[in-house]
């Protein structure tokens, strides 16, 4: 089974997912309130207030009150004579004639500003979205906060995706990939429970190399930090561990350009 995957937040300081979620969180939140003040606007001029108010939710407060405010039908009253809806600006009912009386009409214009609450909720948690949203383009341009060192003992950042297969089952990591994007590193934590003894196994075959593809193996942990490259291997790769420390040890996979590759990884 393949599947096709990004790095996702590995490899960012935690400020970019928080920018991320907060933009996203006021979005819904501006969305629901301006959604909240059309169902009460519809239900004043008669229309359809779940209707609107969905529309508002879903296609985004922007699109959704611009449709809405070429769509919105006049405030009107009900004539007194014959209960007929009529314009709060007509001076007679279009059904039977009788003369509209003006002051119900100055009270109906009155309430025009209704729900101010909502409106300003709605305002303000467009301007934290976009505050949100700025912060992250700005941060995300200048690089900080994200970790593109191979050699790092952190998460590395994939700014791509892979098409893959993944497991890591019994200390063994399996991983197969159809392609993936230029520098994309696929890594997997594993711990040397005896340095001077243990070796790390790689059997890699990678189905298509084009010209200057390569595929490299990385392991890293604290300031040792080996690569070898893993493209032609002719059999597999027995690494001694006996220049690292007992521990965690980042095994990462650096693919450029190689495609249809089948690897087994462990360290025995």
């Known amino acids: ?6 790095g996702g937040f590995g490899g960012l300081s935690m400020l970019y997912p928080v920018l991320i979620i907060g933009s996203a969180f006021f979005v819904l939140c501006g969305s629901a309130f301006f959604a909240a003040w059309v169902y009460q606007d ?10 609107w108010a969905v529309m508002v939710f879903t296609v985004s407060p922007f699109i959704g009150l611009l449709l809405y405010f070429l769509r919105r039908s006049e405030i009107k009253t009900a004539c007194h004579a014959c209960g007929h809806r009529v314009s709060v600006t007509a001076n007679y009912c ?6 509209i009386e003006k002051e119900d009409d100055q009270m109906m214009v009155k309430q025009g500003t209704h729900h101010l609450k ?14 949100c949203l700025t912060g992250f383009i700005v941060s995300a341009a200048s690089g900080n906060g994200i970790n593109t060192n191979i050699a790092s003992n952190e998460r590395v950042w994939n700014m791509g995706v892979i098409m893959d297969f993944s497991t890591y089952r019994n200390g063994v ?10 520098g994309f590193v696929k890594e997997k934590n594993m711990t040397i429970t ?3 003894s243990q070796t790390l196994y790689a059997d890699i075959s990678c189905g298509t190399v084009p ?15 080996k690569s070898v490259d893993v493209t032609n291997l002719s059999e597999p790769l027995a690494y001694p561990l006996n220049e ?17 590759t089948v690897s087994e990884i462990y360290i025995q």
């Open 42 to 51: 519809c239900k004043k001029r008669g229309d359809d207030p779940v209707l």
């Open 194 to 196: 005896d340095a001077d």
């Open 244 to 260: 690292f420390e007992n521990g965690k040890v980042h095994v990462r996979l650096q693919i450029n350009g190689v495609e249809d």
């Open 211 to 225: 010209e200057g593809a390569a595929l490299v193996l990385w392991l890293v942990q604290g300031d040792v930090v």
């Open 94 to 99: 279009e059904e039977c004639g009788t003369k």
């Open 1 to 6: 089974m393949s599947f096709l995957e990004n």
């Open 118 to 131: 909502l409106i300003f909720a709605g305002i303000v948690s467009m301007a934290l979205m976009l505050v």
């Open 173 to 182: 990591w399996k991983l197969h990939f159809k392609s993936a994007s230029e």
